[in-house]
């Protein structure tokens, strides 16, 4: 009669397998490279310097559209805007452009309201051919150049 024999087993040993470590995600910070000043959110909107037919007996065809991006509201009173000419138009007293709010600038005569301003010239301003619009604030700082 044969004889039984044990036949060895082996137990597993436990082997450690390393776990991924989490790779940090870098958060993207605000580029806040400017000066911090709101007065930076008035962008430029629209150029239409062109007015249809002669720009000179058309003016309130020809203007300009700012845009305030900003958060807050800013208060453009005796701001001036002007071309590479040296025509200048000051903001009156107390205007004001809230955020997200526009206004337009027209060469011409009307009456000023929130979002329609009138520079009162009897001539064209901004050249078809190209110009440039530039911004400054009631302490003369530049703050907006665009040309186009």
């Known amino acids: 009669m044969p004889t039984p ?13 390393p776990t991924p470590t989490p790779t ?4 993207p910070t605000p580029d806040d490279s400017g ?9 430029v909107a629209e150029i239409h310097a062109d007015a249809k037919r002669n720009d000179h007996e058309n003016e ?13 509201s800013l ?3 005796g701001w001036t805007v002007k071309d590479e000419a040296d025509h200048t138009y000051t903001v009156p007293d107390g205007f ?25 010239s009897d001539s064209a301003i901004w050249n078809n051919d190209g110009d440039t619009i530039i911004v400054h604030d009631d302490a003369g ?4 150049r665009r040309s186009y």
């Not at 309130?60 to 807050?72: C, P, R």
């Open 5 to 17: 024999t044990s036949t060895p087993t082996s137990t597993p040993t436990p082997t450690s397998t």
């Open 24 to 27: 940090p995600t870098s958060t």
């Open 35 to 43: 000066s911090g000043d709101e007065s930076t959110s008035l962008v």
């Open 60 to 72: 309130n065809d020809e203007y300009i559209v700012f845009e305030n991006t900003g958060s807050s």
């Open 75 to 77: 208060d453009l009173s």
């Open 96 to 120: 004001s452009l809230d955020p997200g709010q526009q206004v337009t600038l027209y060469t011409g005569s009307g009456t000023d309201t929130a979002t329609e301003l009138y520079w009162g």
């Open 141 to 144: 700082a530049e703050v907006l």
